[in-house]
Nanobody, 124 residues
Framework: QVQLVESGGGLVQAGDSLRLSCAAS????????MGWFRQTPGKEREFVAA????????NYADSVKGRFTVSTDNAKNTVYLQMNLLKPEDTAVYYC?????????????????WGQGTQVTVSS
C-alpha cells in the first residue's frame, strides 16, 4: 500500500522561505514522477511542480518558476519542495503526489496516489 506523508507546512510572512517534504513508501518508485499540487477553498487542485524520480527532469507551473525548487532524495524516498520568496497567493493546502508512469504530462492530469496535504499560510 502506497503511503505519502507530507510535512513542513506552516505560517510564514511574505518573502520568507519554507521547505515541504513528502516521504513515500509502499512500492518501488523508480520511473515515477513525483511532485506537488495545491488547493484553496472553492478552487480546483492545481499543479505546482514535479520531478522524475531520478531527478533528471523537472516541471513547474508558471506561477512558481524561479521561486520554487522540487527535488528528490532517493535514499530517503523523499521529495521536497523548496519555496522561496513566498507570496500571500501561495497560501493553500499543498498535496504530494506520485504517478507511476514516467510522464510529466500524465502527472499534471493527476497522480495515481496522493498525500493527506499540509497547510501553507503566507501573511502579507
Amino acid at each position: 500500500q502506497v503511503q505519502l506523508v507530507e510535512s513542513g507546512g506552516g505560517l510564514v510572512q511574505a518573502g520568507d522561505s519554507l521547505r515541504l517534504s513528502c516521504a513515500a513508501s509502499g512500492r518501488t518508485f523508480s520511473n515515477s514522477i513525483m511532485g506537488w499540487f495545491r488547493q484553496t477553498p472553492g478552487k480546483e487542485r492545481e499543479f505546482v511542480a514535479a520531478v522524475s524520480w531520478s531527478g533528471g527532469t523537472t516541471n513547474y507551473a508558471d506561477s512558481v518558476k524561479g521561486r520554487f525548487t522540487v527535488s528528490t532524495d532517493n535514499a530517503k524516498n523523499t521529495v521536497y519542495l523548496q519555496m522561496n520568496l513566498l507570496k500571500p497567493e501561495d497560501t493553500a493546502v499543498y498535496y504530494c503526489g506520485v504517478h507511476t508512469k514516467p510522464s510529466h504530462a500524465l502527472f499534471r492530469l493527476g497522480p495515481d496516489y496522493w498525500g493527506q496535504g499540509t497547510q501553507v499560510t503566507v501573511s502579507s
